[in-house]
């Protein structure tokens, strides 16, 4: 008899959690979403977009959920029509227990600048990733300018200016990256007024390292302002040209 009283009981809680689950969905569904908030998180660093652009994205796309029941809004719909913005990497679109729909947002990150002769102006991002610039807002990251292609630029240059941006006090020193034909690399200093050759960027820490000890041992004793180029294209040797 108890066992019996113990398998009604059960199957009464079970029958209430079925209920319960399919009374409060129905009511969730058909309850009205009275806001929309969108949380771009990564705003303190960068400031490509703005919740105001991403909301009014949404409704460019007639999706902006605010007034209509949660069971004519599509979630997926509203995450892919914020992807749509190029300067965007990731989005998240869900609703909260408070009638609210929330979207969090988070920016591509660039770590390289490309200015084309051909192929005009836009980010590599840390994924390799060809992004546009935006009119708005602009990133401190190495600057390349010249005869740039994007695979170039998402392949030599990219795996250059991660060597900046991992290593400070070599970031530091260089205003630009020019590249001429064939891909031939010439660094514009903060310091100096000359230009760095390197040549390819085949081993370009040695070169590097080769220019440290010229900077030691030559322009720290001739003069900085002795030479138009410093070409450290041929090895164990630095060509200078005289202005």
């Known amino acids: 008899m108890k066992k019996i009283l113990v398998i009604l009981i059960a199957l009464i809680v079970i029958g209430y959690l079925i209920f319960s689950a399919d009374y409060f969905s129905e009511s969730s569904h058909n309850s009205i979403c009275e806001d929309f908030v969108v949380v771009v998180k990564d705003s303190a660093q960068t400031q490509f977009v703005n919740a105001k652009e991403v909301e009014d994205l949404v409704k460019r796309y007639k999706l902006h959920p605010v007034g209509k029941p949660f069971k004519e809004i599509n979630t997926l719909a509203i995450r892919d029509t914020i992807l749509n913005n190029k300067l965007i990497e990731s989005a998240d679109v869900f609703i909260t227990s408070k009638a609210t729909i929330v979207a969090t947002v988070r920016q591509r990150e660039p770590v390289l600048r490309v200015i084309s002769d051909t192929k005009g102006n ?71 007024d000359f230009r760095i050759i390197m040549g390819n960027l085949e081993d370009y820490p040695s070169k590097l390292n080769k220019f440290v000890r010229f900077v030691e041992g030559g322009l720290n004793v001739v003069g900085w302002n002795r030479y138009s180029e410093i070409n450290l294209k041929y090895d164990n040797q630095v060509v200078c040209t005289r202005k």
């Open 122 to 192: 836009f980010y590599v991002d840390k994924d390799r990733k060809i992004m546009p610039v935006s009119s708005s807002f602009a990133v401190y990251v190495p600057i390349a300018t010249g005869v740039i292609d994007e695979e170039f630029a998402q392949n030599e240059l990219y795996d250059f200016a991660m060597f900046l941006r991992n290593n400070p006090s070599w970031d530091a020193w260089f205003e630009q990256i020019v590249v001429k034909k064939g891909n031939e690399v010439e660094l514009i200093p903060r310091a100096g």
